[in-house]
């Protein structure tokens, strides 16, 4: 199952598949690409580091959405990547039809949060804020809503008493780290 990696900043989520791939763990999937939307991003600097194409493609004019026919390039460089499946790993960008018809039940996302609740920006801070004992991170196919689609996994974070935003936040990432790259090894596997 070869893959292309969309991510926005860090890229330690990018780093923990790409690692997960090094080693060995990610079954039959393979990473072929990784693209991002902001120049000079960290993210881009793991495409030497591990050996996977790694590029900044011009999103467009719009902040949180592609312009149309910046989608369509995407969606271009994706296939002539190779890759036949899409993971978004921080991706902040949302989705319109050129890519949900290049890639039907082929896209998945990752959320910091336990979806249904605290979409949208912000998913760790929304949920402290809110003063939850639980929070989370979720992987789940991408459809037209905003975080809506299909959940595959979910992993649970507890608040405790002496967390701070910056500690509970970390625990989550750390969270990401290990459920996304387990997500695309079973899904590679036909296992999820
Ligand atoms: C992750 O926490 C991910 O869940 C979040 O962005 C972060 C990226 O970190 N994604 C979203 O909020 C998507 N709406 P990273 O660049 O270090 O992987």
Redesign the pocket.
Known sequence: MKFAIL????????EAILRAWRDGRLGNACPVAVFCDIAGAR?LSLGEKYGVPARFLDPGKFRTKFSPEREVAYVEEIKNAGAEFVV?????RVLKTPFLEAFPGKII????SLLPAFP??D??GQAWRYGVAVSG?TVHYVDASV?GGAIIDQAVVRREKNDTQETFAQK??DA?HVILPDVIRRISLGEA
Do not use: K, R, Y
């Open positions: 991510g926005s900043g860090t890229g330690t989520n990018a993210i978004l790993a921080g991706f902040m996302n990752l959320h910091p949208g920006l998913g760790i991170c975080d989550i990432h990401e």
